[in-house]
């Protein structure tokens, strides 16, 4: 595997499941990233681990629970979401770093929540 | 709250004509970056620009971003079929804990027929 995995690509849900959605980074990179793409709004960045570490969080509801176990991994596990939540989820990855400034995108899981 | 506009949202074109599309902010940004995202895909990384007033070119794809940093653009010379796709400007505000916040554009979908 190469680049940025996610999986499942494509997850239905019921508002009453609890399902997780995985990434997984080979490029050697210490900073993770999760990112929600709906169809009427800019990407929106959801939660950000450096050192497997969070830093960021947007305000995310709490139904959305985020996990960084090491450098390569990360996780979002999901709860009682809501219809309104279905979106495609974006993993990326970058190197935290002076002069870096890239990051890159896995393929997504596709969320419908029913 | 930084916010980048893009424009046009939508542009369909034909073949071998040229096209730009703009990206536009208040904030001043330490890089700004394109990427082009295609259907069930995550996005990937076209370009970073670093310096006010930098001229970057990638094939048939020239990218400016302004003097001030705080505005970029993209421009397209003979589009093809091929460069069909999501348009998306991002402007990068480094956080000096960890990891690197990415403001997203709106996009311009772009539809090049033959």
């Known amino acids: 595997e190469t680049g940025v995995t996610q999986t499942p690509r494509h997850l239905v849900m019921g508002m009453t499941n609890k399902k997780s959605l995985k990434c997984e980074q080979h490029l050697g990179h210490n900073a993770m990233y999760w990112y929600k793409q709906s169809a009427k709004k800019p990407l929106e960045l959801m939660f950000v681990y450096s050192l497997e570490e969070r830093v960021e969080n947007n305000s995310v509801p709490s139904r959305f629970s985020p996990e960084c176990p090491n450098s390569s991994h990360l996780f979002l596990h999901l709860h009682t979401l809501q219809p309104e939540d279905s979106a495609l989820y974006l993993c990326a990855s970058s190197q935290d770093q002076a002069g870096s400034y890239e990051q890159y995108f896995g393929p997504g899981t596709r969320l419908t929540v029913t | 709250t930084q916010l980048l506009e893009q424009s046009p949202q939508f542009l369909s074109i034909q073949e071998g004509e040229n096209l730009t599309v703009y990206c536009n902010s208040s904030s001043v940004f330490s890089s700004l970056q394109w990427y082009r995202q295609e259907p069930g895909e995550g996005p990937v990384l076209l370009v970073t620009?670093?310096?006010?007033?930098e001229v970057k070119k990638l094939k048939r794809l020239t990218f400016q971003f302004g003097d001030a940093r705080k505005d970029s653009s993209l421009h397209i010379t003979a589009a093809q079929p091929g460069d069909t796709g999501l348009y998306l400007c991002a402007g990068d505000t480094r956080n000096n804990n960890a990891g690197n916040m990415l403001t997203f554009g709106g996009g311009t979908r772009l539809m090049v027929k033959p």
């Open positions: 620009v670093v310096t006010g007033g």
